[in-house]
């Protein structure tokens, strides 16, 4: 089983910046990926980020060049740093962790971009 916990959502002005993380704990397994999901009011969840093993990225279209994604393979956690956040970046960001075993989410962190 693997334990992720999320941090650092909170509110930010249009064109601020935040940085969420997250640990993972438990049988992670040597290879995996990890990354973001968000969800904003009355949509699906999209895929926001996400890095491998190798440290390979992929990113939304809607937040390329605006936000990067790293990890930290000691520690068993990723982060997410957000820049030049826009309102439509409003959402509840998911982390998550995919390995042989299965994929395992951490409980959500509210991120509010609002002047």
């Known amino acids: 089983q693997v334990q992720l916990v999320e941090s650092g959502g909170g509110l930010v002005q249009p064109g601020g910046s935040l940085r969420l993380s997250c640990e993972a704990s438990?049988?992670?397994?040597?290879?995996?990926?990890m990354g973001w999901y968000r969800q904003a009011p009355g949509k699906q969840r999209e895929l926001v980020a996400f890095?491998?093993?190798?440290?390979?990225?992929s990113f939304a279209d809607s937040v390329l060049g605006r936000f990067t994604i790293s990890r930290d393979n000691v520690k068993n956690t990723e982060h997410l740093q957000m820049n030049s956040l826009k309102p439509e970046d409003t959402a509840v960001y998911y982390c998550y962790l995919r390995n042989v075993m299965g994929t395992y989410w951490g409980q959500g962190t509210q991120v509010t971009v609002s002047s």
């Open positions: 890095i491998n093993s190798l440290g390979g990225t």
């Open positions: 438990g049988t992670i397994l040597s290879s995996y990926t």
